[in-house]
């Protein structure tokens, strides 16, 4: 929604952002409008969530766009309007940073862990990443350039197993499409995305703890609505936030 700024909006504002460092800009007369968030696709149940909780609030209208760190840190690059980029893992965000297009200093919200995604009831008795490498198992992992395939690769290595995937898919959520579709057997996935599908439930593995991925969040330099893109960090890291990543899985800093 757009409102109207007022008094009882500014104090709001300044509530929320009472707790941001020092590198923080006060909200002044830029909160309301719109915002832009590019986001990490297992990024999506969480964020949608906190964008309705941070809307009622503020009077913001949030859009969202969720894909693959990689696709959008290159988006960003080559000039995508955005206000807020949060990645799945720190290479992404280093990616945007390094052209100059970080507003602020990337801070680490959430972690995030992987598991063995299978169909509900395990069917096949999965239990460990060894379990996936028999002749006729079809597994789906991301590509090793974003971020779930790259914690993928470490958890199989750390593991010793050599795996080779039947499909790479480009973020977290293509791959678990397909387990719920039945196109593959399993698909390493993170802990969050098995939680939030119905179809399908996740099998912990040792190995993952050696993989974790910290989520970087930023204010883009050529946000249109930096007031609020700096509110809205601030409401990822506040109480309310966390426990909203808490109860989808995801591990707070």
Same mark, same amino acid.
């Given at each position: 929604m757009r409102t @109207?700024?007022?008094?009882?909006?500014?104090?709001a504002v300044l509530l929320v952002t009472g707790c941001a460092d020092d590198r923080a800009e006060p909200p002044g007369?830029?909160?309301?409008?719109?915002? @832009?968030?590019?986001?990490?696709?297992?990024? @999506?149940?969480s964020f949608t969530r906190i964008g309705e909780d941070f809307e009622a609030a503020q009077g913001v209208k949030v859009v969202f766009s969720f894909a693959g760190s990689s696709a959008l840190a290159a988006q960003i690059n080559q000039g995508a309007p955005a206000d807020v980029f949060a990645a799945a893992a720190p290479a992404p965000m280093a990616t945007v940073v390094?052209?100059?297009?970080?507003?602020?200093?990337?801070?680490t919200f959430v972690r995030n862990q992987l598991v063995i995604a299978v169909p509900?009831?395990?069917?096949?008795?999965?239990?460990s990443l060894r379990d996936l490498t028999g002749p006729d198992r079809k597994v789906a992992l991301c590509a090793e350039q974003v971020p779930c395939g790259a914690a993928a690769r470490a958890a199989l290595e750390a593991a010793g197993v050599a795996l080779t995937p039947v499909t790479l898919t480009q973020d977290v959520k293509a791959a678990m499409a397909q387990v719920r579709l039945g196109e593959v057997d399993a698909a390493?996935?993170?802990r969050t995305d098995a939680r939030a599908a119905a179809e399908v439930e996740g099998v912990e593995f040792p190995e993952s703890?050696?993989?974790?991925n910290d989520y970087p969040v930023v204010v883009l330099t050529d946000a249109a609505n930096p007031a609020a893109a700096r509110a809205f960090v601030e409401h990822l890291r506040s109480k309310a936030g966390r426990a909203v990543f808490t109860a989808a899985g995801?591990?707070?800093p």
């Open positions: @109207t700024l007022a008094a009882v909006g500014v104090l007369d830029g909160i309301g409008g719109e915002l @832009t968030v590019f986001a990490a696709a297992s990024l @999506t149940e390094e052209a100059g297009n970080a507003a602020d200093e990337p801070v509900k009831g395990n069917p096949d008795g999965v239990t390493l996935v993170y703890a050696g993989a974790i995801f591990q707070v």
